[in-house]
């Protein structure tokens, strides 16, 4: 069993940045997957930005250069730092973690004003 507690969210201008948290309460170094997934009101979930079992990083185009994620094995902690944050980019996100079984976080909000 994991737990995944996501912090981080908020409200920010267009432009503006945020980093989100995603604590788990076991190791991540075993895990196939872990990373941020997004879901704006009306759209589907969209992976953001996650690590495979490969230690490889993949990202959403719309992100790319923007979005850099990033891991602390030692704290079981994966972040996602959000700079040049845009109107679009407003969304609950939320941490997933594969074991293989398949772990979400409760959601943190993202509202990026223009």
């Known amino acids: 069993q994991v737990q995944l507690v996501e912090s981080g969210g908020g409200v920010v201008q267009a432009g503006g940045s945020l980093r989100l948290s995603c604590a788990a309460t076991?190791?991540?170094?075993?895990?196939?997957?872990m990373g941020w997934y997004r879901q704006a009101p009306g759209k589907q979930r969209e992976l953001v930005a996650g690590?495979?079992?490969?230690?490889?990083?993949d990202y959403a185009d719309s992100v790319k250069g923007r979005f850099t994620i990033s891991r602390d094995n030692a704290k079981n902690t994966v972040y996602l730092q959000m700079n040049s944050l845009k109107p679009e980019d407003t969304a609950v996100y939320y941490c997933?973690?594969?074991?293989?079984?398949?772990?979400w976080g409760q959601g943190t909000q993202v509202t990026v004003s223009s």
């Open positions: 690590f495979t079992s490969g230690g490889s990083t």
């Open positions: 076991r190791s991540i170094l075993s895990v196939h997957f």
């Open positions: 997933r973690a594969l074991t293989p079984y398949d772990y």
